[in-house]
């Protein structure tokens, strides 16, 4: 049977690439987005996840069985950190609930985070407190409540995504879905240079050295998301899956000033 995967974000970057991946694979893709017109996927619907009223319109166009679900849309730190709460945060959370009963058995939900949110677990409480307000217009309201920088905002809402994608598994469970998320590292799309502006070239090469010197594609990041979707993942849920190359322990291991070659000899001694 044909299975039919909802992805967000389309229109460029890792999501196109995931769609377009996909379809080749044998899948039917119907792909949401705010802008583009639908070229990478077989159905399209635009729609904005500043506003549910627009999330919920694109989504009661959708009819027929699901057996997967993909959040790749979000936005960057260069935008004003309300905004990318709305999109990062509530929009993917509105759509997530809004699609998890009509998701087939055996399906599985992947959230695209990033290793921007390592860092997850030291605003646990915060994050906890977040994800209680359930309804859109609740997280809202708490977000106007604990404003943010862009930049703090795009980080924060990757931790979010994170934990709401293993608390979710817990949700998913009841309709036999499994609930992970993606957290890629830098990755050659149209939003890498706000990235630049927001961390800093510096930070971001000695990332790129660590990860072997280059950044991600799309398309690394996408065969992640197509195995976490598939049959020969159906015993991880619940998990966040790193792609970034070995970037990861220059952030966990504080060695984000350290150049790749002396990383280890930082980390081992001499």
Same mark, same amino acid.
């Given at each position: +049977? ?12 890792i999501g196109r690439a995931t769609?377009? =991946?996909?379809?080749?694979? &044998?899948?039917?893709?119907? &792909?949401?987005? @705010?802008?583009?017109? #639908? ?18 319109? *694109? ?8 057996? #997967? ?7 960057? &730190?260069? $935008?004003?950190?309300? *905004?990318? +709460? ?14 998890? &009963? ?30 209680? $307000?359930?309804?859109y217009a609740a997280g809202l @309201? ?27 598994? +817990? ?27 927001? +961390? ?9 050295? $660590? ?21 020969? *993942? ?13 970037? #990861? ?5 504080? =060695?984000?000033?350290?150049?790749? *070659? ?9």
């Open positions: +049977m044909k299975r039919t995967i909802v992805v967000t974000g389309t229109d460029s970057g769609a377009t =991946l996909l379809r080749e694979r &044998g899948a039917r893709v119907i &792909g949401l987005d @705010a802008n583009g017109d #639908g070229a990478s996927v077989d159905e399209f619907h635009r729609f904005d996840l500043t506003n549910p009223d627009s999330i919920d319109s *694109a989504l009661a166009a959708i009819e027929e069985p699901l057996h #997967g679900l993909v959040n790749v849309a979000g936005l960057p &730190g260069s $935008q004003d950190g309300e *905004a990318v +709460m709305r999109v990062n945060v509530l929009g993917l959370r509105h759509v997530t609930e809004s699609l998890l &009963g009509r998701l087939q058995p055996a399906s599985a939900i992947v959230h695209v985070a990033s290793d921007a949110g390592h860092a997850w677990r030291e605003r646990l409480d915060l994050i906890r407190d977040l994800l209680r $307000q359930r309804t @309201a708490w977000v106007r409540s604990h404003p943010m920088s862009g930049p703090d905002a795009y980080d924060f809402s990757k931790e979010v995504v994170i934990v709401y994608a293993m608390a979710g598994s +817990m949700l998913a469970r009841a309709c036999g879905v499994r609930s992970l998320s993606v957290s890629p590292g830098a990755v050659e799309t149209p939003l890498l240079r706000h990235f630049y502006d927001t +961390m800093g070239a510096g930070l971001l090469d000695r990332l790129k050295a $660590q990860s072997g010197g280059r950044n991600a594609c799309p398309e690394d990041v996408a065969r992640v998301v197509a195995f976490a979707l598939s049959e020969d *993942a159906a015993w991880i849920n619940g998990s966040d899956i790193v792609v970034d190359g070995g970037a #990861g322990p220059a952030f966990h291991f504080n =060695l984000t000033d350290v150049s790749a *070659a002396d990383s280890a000899r930082a980390f081992f001694g001499d």
